[in-house]
């Protein structure tokens, strides 16, 4: 069994570091109630998240439900496992469920389409708590953030990191030199899950590591926040030309994320040397593609990375690292994009007809009609906010519009539940009133022995007789 599991941390008190972090999780679950908001616990990979989040489950008795990337997040399956999870009750006699979310900054592409939003109705209806797990805190959308406690996981010092690697090395029966667990530890750079990977790759077969350390592919690669930090420090040329060919992304997508953090840039002419480096780079991007030459990729890297690394002085960074304005713009044209289709779907649906003939003929008549009641028509096409928005350009006006509806079909559903109480208690009485016995009638007067019994006869008969 690979080492990083075997020994994942079961407990609170077996995770190494980030004990303030830890402390905050546990104060969190001890007085969890509807009124909490989810945790995020953000952080660089292997800095202990994930096991942190399953620690927290068993140190409360808590049954856990995760889902990440592995997992296709669309919106069907997190309503499906994590919704229908989040407000029943557990099977095994766990006093709750811990929703586990992880890899949160990572809900885009076809197989997680519609998960973002399925993710924010989920923190709004949730009675069990709910921990989402991410990298980067910025990456993940602003309405599931705000909604959420940022938890912070810091990289693991060295010092921290040796011992867990000297018990796991005593656990193997594996004789370690201490200077080869102090590389290893140094080598991971705050990320315990490669340094245990690398112990691993390096003491398979033997009984004893002294010298030689394999590190895994994983630990090789560098990340993109490694080279920005970089380009604003002293790392000599050929350095940081390295760091960026060790970065797994490509070039076209380098360059989007330099130019997102030019920010740290105060010169005016600096800024100008760095545009201008980013527009050869850009140039040489434009080659590549137009030509299927990709050779000259190495030269646009050249060009973004030691063109911009120049002129930023090695002052270093003191801004926060920002993904590309691009991306988010993106997103959020995908988010209108989306909200379109479904007014489409919903207003053409009940006027029957076709969504072109409804967008090219009809939408701005029906744009008019809807500003002059916008409550009716919204209450008719089952309208949102955003897609009410799209009609009254008026998200303020949209909203009160939408917290009315909200508010009547809670009146509706309050009724209706009164309704089937009293039906269900009218349905009671009469049974009960059908199991009650009858009372006791008046004993008739006997009659006179000299008088014969007389036979049975309908009620009719049996009055004329008397």
Not at 124 to 130: D, E, Y
Not at 419 to 425: H, I, L
Request: proline share 4%; hydrophobic share 35%; aromatic share 8%.
């Amino acid at each position: 069994m690979d080492w990083a599991e075997k020994y994942r941390p079961a407990h609170l008190d077996e995770v190494v570091g980030n004990s303030t972090a830890l402390r905050q999780m546990l104060d969190w679950a001890r007085n969890w109630s509807r009124d909490k908001k989810p945790l995020i616990l953000y952080g660089k990979p292997g800095t202990g998240k994930t096991s942190s989040a399953h620690a927290l489950g068993n140190d409360m008795h808590w049954e856990v439900i995760e889902l990440n990337a592995s997992d296709q997040r669309t919106r069907a399956v997190i309503e499906r496992v994590a919704g229908s999870g989040s407000t029943t009750r557990s099977l095994f006699s766990a006093s709750r469920k811990l929703i586990i979310i992880d890899e949160a900054d990572n809900l885009h592409g076809t197989a997680d389409r519609g998960g973002a939003r399925a993710i924010v109705e989920l923190l709004k209806g949730s009675c069990q708590p709910i921990i989402l797990i991410a990298n980067d805190l910025y990456a993940i959308p602003g309405e599931i953030r705000s909604r959420c406690d940022g938890v912070q996981f810091k990289a693991l010092q060295a010092r921290s990191i040796a011992p867990r690697l000297r018990y796991i090395c005593a656990a193997e029966k594996i004789t370690c030199n201490e200077d080869a667990l102090h590389h290893i530890a140094e080598t991971a750079r705050g990320d315990m899950r490669a340094a245990v990977n690398m112990l691993y790759a390096s003491a398979a077969g033997r009984d004893r590591l002294e010298g030689e350390i394999l590190p895994s592919r994983k630990d090789e690669r560098s990340s993109i926040f490694d080279l920005i930090i970089a380009l604003y420090g002293k790392m000599p040329s050929e350095s940081l030309l390295k760091l960026a060919y060790d970065v797994d992304e490509t070039p076209d997508t380098l360059i989007q994320w330099i130019e997102a953090n030019l920010a740290g840039i105060e010169e005016i002419d600096a800024i100008d040397g760095a545009y201008t480096s980013l527009s050869r780079a850009d140039e040489y991007l434009g080659y590549t593609y137009r030509q299927q030459y990709y050779t000259l990729w190495r030269y646009a890297t050249a060009l973004m990375v030691l063109g911009v690394g120049r002129v930023t002085g090695g002052k270093g960074l003191h801004a926060r690292i920002s993904a590309p304005e691009r991306w988010r713009r993106m997103s959020s044209y995908q988010k209108q994009k989306a909200v379109r289709s479904s007014m489409l779907r919903k207003v053409s649906s009940s006027l029957h007809m076709p969504q072109r003939t409804f967008l090219e003929t009809y939408m701005s008549p029906l744009s008019t009609i809807i500003d002059r009641d916008p409550l009716t028509y919204a209450r008719e096409f089952s309208l949102d906010t955003e897609e009410l928005d799209l009609f009254i350009h008026d998200r303020r006006r949209a909203a009160s519009v939408t917290r009315i509806l909200a508010s009547e079909e809670k009146e509706r559903d309050t009724k209706k539940e009164k309704e089937t109480g009293t039906r269900k208690r009218r349905d009671t009485g009469n049974t009960w009133e059908k199991k009650e016995i009858p009372p006791p009638q008046k004993e008739a007067p006997h009659p006179e022995p000299s008088l014969e019994k007389p036979s049975q006869r309908n009620q009719k008969t049996l009055f004329e007789g008397f």
